[in-house]
């Protein structure tokens, strides 16, 4: 594993840094000859680094450093080195007296350019895929914005598909994301706070929030975590998310991640903090409920009577997914009495001839089901769905008719699978997947007593989960009344006036009332 975690206590003696600490504020110097020797050295066995001198009456006048393959030749060479070559300089409005002046002020009049003064923060742009130009005779020189990393292009996210909504999603560029949330919420309210986390990777991370509506006490604690994190490279926002989340030793995500902006925008807008990574199109968002994880971004963009109906069925389907095997090896081991007489002797006639209790059999068929679920999701698309086909064929009746499993128990089986894909959130549904098998333990040694063990201890754990100070629970446990509209069924957007209470503190007015739709009274207007 290339990432290596150092505990502070070790960290300030091997300090790993992105380059030797010998030239950390090493002022540039006045010969280029000089600073190209330092650059040189520095990026040895760097065959992607390009120093290119520019000539004036046989003389070297100025240095262009860049990394091949970051940094966008095209636009460099139309908007620097054409100029400065073949037409001249272009006659702009103010009098300049350098060449360093009339690059700054007419080369660049839009591309973002950085004044630099030491060899370490022209190291630092050069690395994040910026042009560096120093000048001979001069101990300044700049850092421009010609960055040209290659970026895919924006697509609809293949992990939450939707039948009405916006089609876009984020990217593995932070500048590109930054952008998509821009469109949806034109206001100088919403702040992206930029920091770097990672000693080697330098990896950007954005918090994003909107002024006036996240509360400062949230931000406060964001920024916080975020500050105390020590790694050497960064390369998805869940290596971000182990660091801040409050308890490790859960399988429930406490931090939301999502693909789509609007996702973000809506939950920005109630209140809560994103976290941006570069190279990642995974953006978290602080705090999180366990209903957040229930809940799917098309409950938004439908009628809430269907939207209502709907989330019934999924909290249904979600106990189903935890509870189905169990509640069957539990009936038919230790309770076959609540059984219906006509459905016992059928399962019992299809269970004759299969040599294992139960337990055994719901063991072995969930270990398979899971490993035909990781065999599919891991191959090539082409292949991963004929090994899916195959692997059902041979479960679903190979293995019912050699008799080492019942056809009861596929039937449950793949009924509890489908119920589990009725899940929003995949890193809940992989929270659900790993508890079933301690449940189907409990029901297998105590039955239904240890079902109801199972649950209380589940629910124990839950009720003291925390996200960023929030109660997992909320608004259940603890109850917030006002909250519980938005989390069993969704009410009417005009009669959704306030925003949540945990996030804000306070009932919140979002939407003025009274904008119920209806006739006007005593008729319409003329």
Known sequence: MMIRLRKKKHFDGNKITPYPSTIKNEPLHSELT???QIIKDLFQNCADLVTHPIYEAGKPKLLLIYLDGLTDTKTLEQGLLRPLLYEGFPHGLNKVHSLQQIIEQQLFAVTPIKNISTIDELVDGILMGNAGIIFEGEIKGIVADFNGMPLRSIEEPATEITIRGPRDGFTESIRTNSSLL???????????????????SQTSVEITYIEGIASESLLEEVRGRLSRIEIDG???SEYIEEFIEDSSFTPFPQIQNTERPDIVIANLLEGKVAIMVDN?????IVPMTFWNGLQSVEDYYERFLYTSFIRLVRYILF????????????LTTYHPKLIPTTLLISIAAARE??????????LIMEFVFEGLREAGIRLPKAVGSAVSIVGALVIGQAAVQAGIVSAPMVIVVATTGIASFAIPRYNLGTALRLIRFPMLLLAGIFGLYGIVIGFIALTIHLVTLRSFGVPYFTPVAP????????????VPRWANTAGPIFTFGRNKQR????????????GTKQ
């Open 353 to 362: 001839g299969v040599p294992f209790p139960a337990i055994v059999e719901a």
């Open 319 to 330: 106990n189903m997914t935890m509870y189905l095997p169990s509640v069957y090896v539990a």
């Open 234 to 236: 960064v390369l998805e």
């Open 479 to 490: 109850q917030i009344p006002v909250d519980l509209k938005d989390v069993f069924f969704r």
């Open 34 to 36: 000089a600073n190209e």
């Open 280 to 284: 990642t199109p995974f953006v978290l």
């Open 182 to 200: 821009r469109r949806r919420i034109r206001s100088s309210r919403l702040k992206f706070e930029a920091l770097t986390v990672g000693e080697l």
């Open 511 to 522: 939407i003025p009332k009274g904008q119920k739709p209806g006739p006007q009274k005593g």
